[in-house]
């Protein structure tokens, strides 16, 4: 199956730092990839989508600013969290996609997650 | 607009005992529809799908089947075991995905 990895796994930052976290699809090409971000025992939360080679459309509420998000190729996806906040700690989680024929997404393949930790 | 409303948990169930977890949607056309699971600090893993009305998905013992006329795809096992104990999650796609809010189930010996 389809294999989505994320790096790093944990990452602890002092507030005010930047912290970068990649997202890669090792064996497929993905059209789309998204950022969720979920809260202890809550669902996920879409943050933004982005496509290869466009500007990441964000959610409502979200700072595209503070949640600065590249998708240089069709396999790799970054989220950089710039001058982070112990509000930011959180458990960051990416997923790739490709679009089917009929415009639904086939499947999302998600990543292991990222537990961020800001002291 | 689309949504997924599903059960809300915690769920507990002793090994071997059946599990249903409900999942109603609604949604503009005709979406795919999913299940995935989440074991303790790790991503959702894909459990099941199924991509048109009457499908069947399933995998691991797991089912679901996409109903149309009463829009659910409710989750089932017939015998549950402690390596079920997870956060599972309905989901889905049209355009984009959308997800419940995920029912966290324990299964105890």
């Known amino acids: 199956g389809a294999v989505v990895s994320q790096h790093p796994s944990r990452v602890i930052c002092k507030s005010g730092t930047s912290v970068k976290i990649e997202c890669r699809s090792l064996d497929f090409q993905a059209t789309t990839m998204f950022w969720y971000r979920q809260f202890p025992k809550q669902s996920l939360m879409l943050m933004a989508t982005s496509n290869e080679g466009s500007k990441a459309t964000y959610e409502q509420g979200v700072e595209k600013d503070k949640f600065l998000i590249n998708h240089a190729s069709l396999t790799l996806s970054t989220l950089t969290v710039t001058s982070a906040h112990p509000e930011d700690s959180s458990f960051y989680i990416c997923s790739a996609s490709y679009a089917s024929g009929r415009g639904a997404y086939n499947e999302q393949f998600f990543g292991p997650g990222t537990r961020l930790t800001v002291l | 607009g689309n949504s997924v409303t599903q059960m809300e948990g915690p769920v507990t169930l002793s090994e071997e005992a059946f599990l249903t977890i409900n999942c109603t949607y609604t949604a503009t056309g005709y979406p795919s529809l999913f299940w995935y699971v989440q074991y303790p600090g790790e991503g959702l893993q894909l459990l099941l799908k199924?991509?048109?009305?009457?499908d069947k998905g399933s995998n691991k013992g797991f089912e679901a089947t996409y109903r149309k006329e009463t829009t659910s795809f409710h989750l089932e096992k017939g015998s549950v075991q402690v390596s079920d104990s997870a956060v599972y999650f309905c989901?889905?796609?049209?355009?984009?995905?959308?997800f419940g809010t995920g029912t966290s189930l324990t299964v105890i010996p």
């Open positions: 989901a889905l796609s049209r355009n984009q995905f959308y």
């Open positions: 199924a991509t048109k009305a009457d």
